[in-house]
């Protein structure tokens, strides 16, 4: 059973900058496939990033590429989520997720692909 915890949540004012963690219990975070989401109040989950098992291949939503950064440390078996140039858009629960078999990369940005879940962690980004 893989379980997953994000932290490193909180308020920042618009441009700033937050760093988001998942830590990962259960198995390697090598052998996972891992994504980010986030829901904002009234709205569905949406990708938001991932990061592919065994390779360094990540991937990111057209809302937050070029700004948004996810990364792995295997031996902290911890995923990261770099977030730079803070938009007010961005507030929302941030969800880590995590799948242990293959996925392509279409399917990586699906929530339904994922077999196991973090509770979230709130990112509001004041204006």
């Known amino acids: 059973q893989v379980q997953l915890a994000e932290s490193g949540g909180g308020l920042v004012q618009t441009g700033g900058s937050l760093r988001l963690s998942c830590a990962t219990s259960g198995q390697s975070i090598y052998s996972l496939n891992m994504g980010w989401f986030r829901q904002s109040p009234g709205k569905e989950r949406e990708f938001v990033a991932s990061?592919?098992?065994?390779?360094?291949?990540?991937y990111y939503s057209d809302a937050v590429g070029g700004r948004f950064t996810t990364s792995r440390d295997n031996a902290k078996n911890t995923m990261y989520l770099q977030m730079n140039s803070l938009k007010p858009d961005d507030t929302a629960v941030y969800y880590c997720?995590?799948?242990?078999?293959?996925?392509?990369?279409?399917?990586?940005?699906?929530?339904?692909?994922?077999?196991?879940w973090g509770q979230g962690t709130q990112v509001t980004v004041s204006s």
């Open positions: 997720a995590a799948h242990p078999s293959g996925l392509t990369p279409e399917n990586m940005r699906l929530v339904s692909m994922y077999r196991y």
């Open positions: 990061i592919s098992w065994y390779t360094p291949n990540t």
